[in-house]
């Protein structure tokens, strides 16, 4: 079965610094790694996501992820955080197999950006 | 281009109720599926459509059924409501061709409380 796992509850970084958000995944076969951000009263929105090919992806809003296979983790990284990134930030994979077509959802890691 | 679109917004249901979550895309994606959101517990899928045609359960389709109604439209029933019930609902709509490596869009949500 696949999961996806964020270690983080809560993160919160101060405006300007840089931002992390942690990811790992559990996965028979390769993975495919997606981030997306959801803001209050708002549904889900793509922000990246690794296929394959390069391990670092860069994506909207100035947000980039490093895939790193043999820690399967795909963190999610912005080098000056504002306060509007500000949101709650859920990873996701999916794979070939049983569950082909079905993503599995993190349960969410909220980034609070202070001035 | 409207993307995802779900009606009702919110709803007010007591036990035993029924009601049906709508949901429409319009940019001709071929799987569409429904999502819970529940504090602490990130998305979870409960049922998908992978094409018109096709429905499959997800990891928590008790009390729901589902009807693709076409290629644009994929509801939710819940034939007989329970206060388990109450979350937060999500439509999300992904491919042109259906495959493992596409992003989904997500609808606006439908808050529904079940007293």
């Known amino acids: 079965a696949q999961s996806v796992a964020q270690p983080e509850d809560q993160v919160n970084v101060a405006e300007g610094n840089p931002l992390t958000v942690k990811c790992t995944y559990s996965v028979s076969g390769n993975p495919y790694l997606f981030w997306y951000v959801q803001y209050p009263n708002r549904g889900l929105q793509f922000l990246l996501k690794y296929i394959t090919g390069d391990n670092l992806v860069k994506g909207s809003y100035g947000f980039e992820a490093e895939f790193n296979k043999s820690q399967t983790s795909f963190h999610l990284k912005k080098p000056s955080a504002l306060v509007s990134d500000s949101a709650l930030y859920f990873c996701a994979v999916s794979t070939r197999g049983p569950n082909a077509g079905k993503s599995t959802f993190g349960d969410g890691t909220t980034l609070t950006v202070k001035p | ?115």
């Open chain 2, 1 to 115: 281009n409207a993307g995802v679109t779900q009606t009702p917004k919110f709803q007010v249901l007591k036990t035993g109720q029924s009601m049906t979550l709508q949901c429409a895309q319009d940019m001709n994606h071929n799987s569409m599926y429904w999502y819970r959101q529940d504090p602490g517990m990130g998305l979870r899928l409960i049922y998908y459509s992978a094409s018109e045609g096709t429905t499959d359960k997800g990891e928590v389709p008790n009390g729901y059924n589902v009807s693709r109604l076409n290629k644009r439209e994929f509801s939710l029933r819940l034939e007989s409501a329970a206060p388990s019930q109450t979350s937060v609902y999500f439509c999300a709509s992904s491919g042109l061709a259906g495959g493992l490596t596409d992003t989904q869009y997500f609808g606006p949500g439908t808050r529904l409380t079940v007293l």
